[in-house]
C-alpha cells in the first residue's frame, strides 16, 4: 500500500521540463590554488559542464550547464570528492515556467525529482535558484539546521521505492 501511496503521489506531482543553466558550488577542505585547479578540472570533465569559473578566494566555482543537455546533480558532487574534497553548498539556478510546488508533495523538473522542505504552494516563474538540502551536499553543521526537518519526510530517505525501481528525490529549499 505504501508504494503505491507514494507511485500515486509521484504521478500527481506536476511534471515540468525546466531548465537547469547554471549551479554554484562551495568546495570544503580546499587549502591552496593546487587544490582548487584539482576541483576545476574534475567539474570540468562532466559531459554536461560547458564552463566553470573558480573564486579561489571563496572556495566556490560558477558552473554553466550546455544548454538542452541532461545534467547529473550526483556527477556534480562525485566530481568534487573523486578530486579529494567534499561539498559545503550546492545551489542550482533554472529558469521556471509555471512550476507549482505543491505542499508535502514531490516536484518533477526535467529528470530530478525534488522535494522542496519549504513548498507552501506557491508558483516558481523566471529565473529561480534552489538550495540542494542533504548531509552530502552540505557542512555538517549547516545539515543540522535541516536534519529534524528531513527526518518527517516521507521515505525518510533520499532514495525511495517507485515500483521496485531506485527513485533519486533530492531535498531541496527556495
Not at 558532487?77 to 508533495?105: M, P
Amino acid at each position: 500500500m505504501k508504494a503505491f501511496l507514494f507511485g500515486l503521489a509521484i504521478i500527481s506531482s506536476v511534471i515540468v521540463h525546466s531548465q537547469f543553466t547554471k549551479a554554484n558550488l562551495q568546495a570544503s577542505g580546499l587549502t591552496c590554488a593546487l587544490c582548487s585547479n584539482a576541483v576545476n578540472k574534475a567539474l570540468q570533465k562532466l559531459s554536461f559542464v560547458a564552463s566553470v569559473k573558480p573564486d579561489i578566494k571563496n572556495s566556490s566555482f560558477d558552473i554553466s550547464f550546455k544548454e538542452n543537455s541532461d545534467i547529473n546533480i550526483d556527477d556534480l558532487k562525485n566530481a568534487v570528492e573523486d578530486a579529494g574534497f567534499s561539498v559545503a553548498s550546492l545551489k542550482l539556478t533554472g529558469n521556471f515556467d509555471n512550476v507549482k510546488l505543491i505542499k508535502n508533495d514531490y516536484t518533477k523538473i526535467g529528470d530530478h525529482t525534488f522535494y522542496f522542505l519549504n513548498a507552501n504552494n506557491e508558483i516558481l516563474e523566471g529565473e529561480k535558484t534552489l538550495t540542494i538540502v542533504e548531509k552530502s551536499f552540505m557542512t555538517a553543521s549547516t545539515f543540522k539546521k535541516y536534519s529534524a526537518a528531513l527526518k518527517t519526510l516521507p521515505g525518510q530517505s533520499a532514495k525511495a521505492e517507485d515500483a521496485g525501481n531506485k527513485l533519486r528525490v533530492y531535498h531541496a529549499v527556495i
